[in-house]
C-alpha cells in the first residue's frame, strides 16, 4: 500500500562513516525535516566522530544525539529505541569492502548478518508502541555479475560472489522475512557505488586521488575493463529520503547513477580532473598508473535499471556527468586535507577522546 512517513526520531545506524554522514547532513538540510536523528555507531577504523562536529555544535541541544553502540549489542539496541521513542530506522551500519571480506570474512558475517538480525529484533520486540519502520541500505553487488548488456532489477536473482555481498544478501533476505513473517514495515534499497565528500580512504577513488597527490602507483586490477555504475553519495541521500517517506511497504528499490564506466577510464577521467584542478599536466599522473593481479571472484560489470524508484517516486540522479562528479569530490578532498591527514594517521582518534564524552542529559532524555 502507498505510505506517507512522517521522520520523528529516526536512528542512524553507521552514522559517522561515510553514507551514513552524508544521509544526516542531508536530512539537516532539508526544511521539511523537524525531527531528531540518533547516530548509533561504533566507532570502527572508518567511523570518524569529526565528521560531524558542526552538526553536534548547531543541533546537538536536542535534535541531535551520538550513541556510541555495536549493533551487535542487542539490550544497548533495545534501550537506545526505548529511549528516544524511535519511528524509523535508516540501517547503514556494514562492513563494506569486498577486499577486506576475503581477507578476514568473520567480520562482516558478525556484523553484516547477526548486526541486522539483532535490529530486527529489537524492533519486532518493542513493547508499547507501533514497529518502527526499518529501512534497509544494501549493494548492487548481492545480484552478482551482469554480461556486456543488461541491468539489474528489483527482481534479479541473487548471486553474490565475494564474502562481502554474500553477508548482504543474507541480511537482504532476512530483513524481507521479517516484513512476510511478522509484518514488519520495511523498506530496501540495493545502489551501485557511491563516491563523494567523506569517503574513508580505502575505496577506489580517495585511494587514487591521495596516492596521486602523493606520486604513489595507482594500482588497477585486471585489465581494467570491469565496469561499475558510479552514483554520486547526495543523489543516494535523496533517494532514501523519497523511499522513507514516500515508498511502499515491503518493498525494494535499485538506485543507480546512470553512470557506467570502466575502471581504467574512471582512473583516467580522475587524473583529468585532479590535473586540472591542482594545475598540473594528466599525463603526470597517468604515468603512475599500474596494473596489478586481479583479485578473487572480481564481478565484471554491475549496472542498475533504477526505473522503479522513478516511476513510483519520481526520483532520478542529478550527477549523471562523472567529470562532474569527480570535480566536486576532488575539490572537496583538496579544501579539506586536516581531515585526510588525520583519517589517515588515526590522529582523529585522539581528537574523540579528547574532545566526546557522552553527557548524562542526553541520556536522559
Known amino acids: 500500500m502507498k505510505h506517507r512517513h512522517e521522520l520523528n526520531n529516526v536512528m542512524v545506524t553507521g552514522g559517522c562513516g561515510f553514507i551514513g554522514t552524508n544521509f544526516i547532513r542531508h536530512l539537516f538540510r532539508k526544511p521539511e525535516f523537524t525531527g531528531r536523528i540518533i547516530n548509533v555507531d561504533k566507532l570502527t577504523y572508518s567511523g570518524n566522530l569529526e565528521n560531524l562536529t558542526d552538526i553536534q555544535e548547531t543541533y546537538g541541544n536536542g535534535r541531535y544525539v551520538f550513541v556510541q553502540a555495536d549493533i551487535c549489542d542487542a539490550p544497548a539496541m533495545a534501550e537506545t529505541l526505548e529511549r528516544y521513542a524511535v519511528d524509523t530506522i ?13 581477507l578476514g570474512p568473520r567480520e562482516f558475517v558478525r556484523t553484516n548478518i547477526e548486526g541486522t538480525f539483532v535490529l530486527l529484533e529489537a524492533a519486532r520486540q518493542r513493547k508499547g508502541r507501533p514497529a518502527p519502520r526499518f529501512h534497509h541500505v544494501s549493494t548492487d553487488e548481492v545480484y552478482g555479475s551482469l554480461g556486456l548488456t543488461g541491468a539489474f532489477t528489483e527482481t534479479t536473482p541473487y548471486d553474490p560472489r565475494s564474502p562481502y555481498s554474500a553477508s548482504k544478501a543474507a541480511s537482504d533476505h532476512l530483513v524481507r522475512a521479517y516484513y512476510h513473517t511478522y509484518g514488519l514495515p520495511i523498506t530496501i534499497s540495493n ?9 574513508f580512504p580505502e575505496k577506489v577513488i580517495p585511494v587514487m586521488l591521495l596516492n596521486m597527490l602523493e606520486g604513489k602507483p595507482l594500482p588497477v586490477y585486471g585489465d581494467g575493463l570491469n565496469v561499475r555504475d558510479w552514483l554520486f553519495v547526495d543523489d543516494h541521500c535523496e533517494a532514501i529520503w523519497q523511499i522513507l517517506t514516500r515508498g511502499r511497504i515491503g518493498e525494494t528499490y535499485n538506485i543507480g547513477g546512470n553512470n557506467e564506466s570502466t575502471n581504467i577510464a574512471l582512473v583516467k577521467t580522475l587524473c583529468q580532473v585532479t590535473a586540472r584542478l591542482t594545475g598540473k599536466f594528466p599525463a603526470q599522473y597517468e ?7 586481479d583479485r578473487p ?11 522503479k524508484i522513478a516511476r513510483e517516486l519520481g526520483w532520478r540522479p542529478t550527477v549523471t556527468d562523472l567529470t562532474e562528479g569527480l570535480t566536486m569530490t576532488v575539490r572537496w578532498y583538496l579544501e579539506h586535507p586536516t581531515w585526510v591527514e588525520r583519517v589517515r594517521s588515526g590522529e582523529y582518534r585522539a581528537w574523540m577522546a579528547k574532545n566526546y564524552t557522552r553527557r548524562e542529559e542526553e541520556l536522559s532524555k
Open 297 to 307: 571472484g572480481h564481478d565484471r560489470r554491475y549496472a542498475i535499471d533504477a526505473s
Open 287 to 293: 604515468s603512475l598508473i599500474t596494473y596489478v593481479k
Open 191 to 199: 545502489c551501485s557505488n557511491n563516491y563523494g565528500p567523506y569517503q
Open 90 to 102: 535508516v540501517h547503514f551500519a556494514a562492513e563494506s569492502h569486498v577486499d577486506r571480506s576475503i
